[in-house]
T-cell receptor, first 115, second 114 residues
Framework: AQKITQTQPGMFVQEKEAVTLDCTYD???????LFWYKQPSSGEMIFLIY??????QNATEGRYSLNFQKARKSANLVISASQLGDSAMYFC????????????FGTGTSLTVIP | DVKVTQSSRYLVKRTGEKVFLECVQDMDHENMFWYRQDPGLGLRLIYFSYDVKMKEKGDIPEGYSVSREKKERFSLILESASTNQTSMYLCASSLAGESTDTQYFGPGTRLTVL
């Protein structure tokens, strides 16, 4: 079974609007971390935001927030006030505490911001 | 500043050649990883290493080997390159053991095998 599922291969959003990128995960480990990365066309992977399984509040980093619904095993990324520079691939990833060395990645969502 | 560097951004090789991709990190991280990235498939783990001279197979190790003689350096080796190994290769590193620590990525090597 896939550890991380991203069901949206491509998304479009109007500049200045908010957009939600979906991510669901599968684990039986009670301790895990969830990560989102951005990959612009230049290729480098940029860490955006982290959510721990025991965190009571949703993580936020500037215009990025993570909508963490533990019971549903979802960790959606919300980008507010989209900018043209947000156009990129976005990857969701998970790391389990008991197998803490490996990261599991989704297949990514390509976001295009329309002026 | 955190840094992971890869020896080449672009590489063109011929079928059958032996190819070395080098990765160096300056963060004293225990863990290092090699991924390949293909459109629609996301990042797939080839090998990772959690200590010097230690290695673990990832999801797609066939056709690849790795070497980690020093903590800061992790090499990916294609013993006999084939056209289906044309891909983007990403190296990453992380601290060991904690689920809270992110991976840090290198800029990637785009390998073309002709």
């Amino acid at each position: 079974a896939q550890k991380i599922t991203q069901t949206q291969p491509g998304m479009f959003v109007q500049e200045k609007e908010a957009v939600t990128l979906d991510c669901t995960y599968d684990t039986s480990d009670p301790s895990y971390g969830l990560f989102w990365y951005k990959q612009p066309s230049s290729g480098e992977m940029i860490f955006l935001i982290y959510q721990g399984s025991y965190d009571q509040q949703n993580a936020t980093e500037g215009r990025y927030s993570l909508n963490f619904q533990k019971a549903r095993k979802s960790a959606n990324l919300v980008i507010s006030a989209s900018q043209l520079g947000d156009s990129a691939m976005y990857f969701c990833a998970m790391r389990e505490l008991n197998t803490g060395n490996q990261f599991y990645f989704g297949t990514g969502t390509s976001l295009t911001v329309i002026p | 500043d955190v840094k992971v560097t890869q020896s080449s951004r672009y590489l063109v090789k011929r079928t059958g050649e032996k190819v070395f991709l080098e990765c160096v990190q300056d963060m004293d991280h225990e863990n290092m990883f090699w991924y390949r990235q293909d459109p629609g498939l996301g990042l797939r783990l080839i090998y990772f290493s959690y200590d010097v001279k230690m290695k673990e197979k990832g999801d797609i190790p066939e056709g690849y080997s790795v070497s980690r003689e020093k903590k800061e350096r992790f090499s990916l080796i294609l013993e006999s390159a084939s056209t289906n190994q044309t891909s983007m290769y990403l190296c990453a590193s992380s601290l060991a053991g904690e689920s809270t620590d992110t991976q840090y990525f290198g800029p990637g090597t785009r390998l073309t095998v002709l």
